[in-house]
T-cell receptor, first 112, second 116 residues
C-alpha cells in the first residue's frame, strides 16, 4: 500500500516561473521528509528535507512546505531553470521505520 | 572522494539464469539498501541491511537474495525465481541505520538489468 503519494506524474513549467510539486502521505508516524532529484539512468540525489517540527525549510531556489494536519508537503522551485528538468521523488521516514518510503515521482519539464 | 559504486551499469541476462549486481561504498555507512525502479512505480525496497552480517526483506524481496559480509559491500542476486526482473536497480547507503534521517541516502548510479 502506497504510503507516500505523488499524484501528478508530470508537470511542465516555463523557465523563470515557479514549479510546485506536491506530495501526500498517509502514515501519521512519518516525521521526516525528503525530496530527491533524479536524472535518467542515474541515482537520485538528495535535494532538501524537513522535519515535522517545522513547516518550512528553504535552500536557495528550493523551499519545502509541510502541512501536518493535511499530511501534505510541497516543493517549490523559484525560479525554475531548464536544468531542473528531472524526476522528483518525495520520501518519508518515521523514527521506528527501517527505510525511506518513496513516492512514485513527478517528472518536471522546464521549457525555455 | 567517498561514494557508492554500482556495477555493471548495464546487464543482460538470459531467462532462467541468476545474476549478481555489485554495490560497494567507501562512506563508512552502516546501513545499505536495494531498491528497484520500474516506470510509474517509483522506488520499491527489495532488501536492506543495518549492520554487517544482518539483512532484512523489504517490500518486494521474492526472487532476490543478498549478503552483507563486509560493511562496504552489499551484493544483490536476482534469481531465476524473480518473475519480472527487467528493471533499474538502485543501491543506497546511509549513516544511521534504517531511516537515513540525518542527511538521507547516498545512491549509486544504478544498474539496468534486461532479461533477454
Amino acid at each position: 500500500d502506497q504510503q507516500v503519494k505523488q499524484n501528478s506524474p508530470s508537470l511542465s513549467v516555463q523557465e523563470g516561473r515557479i514549479s510546485i510539486l506536491n506530495c501526500d502521505y498517509t502514515n501519521s508516524m512519518f516525521d521526516y521528509f525528503l525530496w530527491y532529484k533524479k536524472y535518467p539512468a542515474e541515482g537520485p540525489t538528495f535535494l532538501i528535507s524537513i522535519s515535522s517540527i517545522k513547516d518550512k525549510n528553504e535552500d536557495g531556489r528550493f523551499t519545502v512546505f509541510l502541512n501536518k494536519s493535511a499530511k501534505h508537503l510541497s516543493l517549490h522551485i523559484v525560479p525554475s531553470q531548464p536544468g531542473d528538468s528531472a524526476v522528483y521523488f518525495c520520501a518519508a521516514s518515521s523514527n521506528s521505520g527501517y527505510a525511506l518510503n518513496f513516492g512514485k515521482g513527478t517528472s518536471l519539464l522546464v521549457t525555455p | 572522494d567517498g561514494g557508492i559504486t554500482q556495477s555493471p551499469k548495464y546487464l543482460f541476462r538470459k531467462e532462467g539464469q541468476n545474476v549478481t549486481l555489485s554495490c560497494e561504498q567507501n562512506l563508512n555507512h552502516d546501513a545499505m539498501y536495494w531498491y528497484r525502479q520500474d516506470p510509474g512505480q517509483g522506488l520499491r525496497l527489495i532488501y536492506y541491511s543495518q549492520i554487517v552480517n544482518d539483512f532484512q526483506k523489504g517490500d518486494i524481496a521474492e526472487g532476490y537474495s543478498v549478503s552483507r559480509e563486509k560493511k562496504e559491500s552489499f551484493p544483490l542476486t536476482v534469481t531465476s525465481a524473480q518473475k519480472n526482473p527487467t528493471a533499474f536497480y538502485l543501491c543506497a547507503s546511509s549513516i544511521d541505520p534504517g531511516t537515513g534521517r540525518i542527511d538521507g541516502y547516498t545512491f549509486g548510479s544504478g544498474t539496468r538489468l534486461t532479461v533477454v
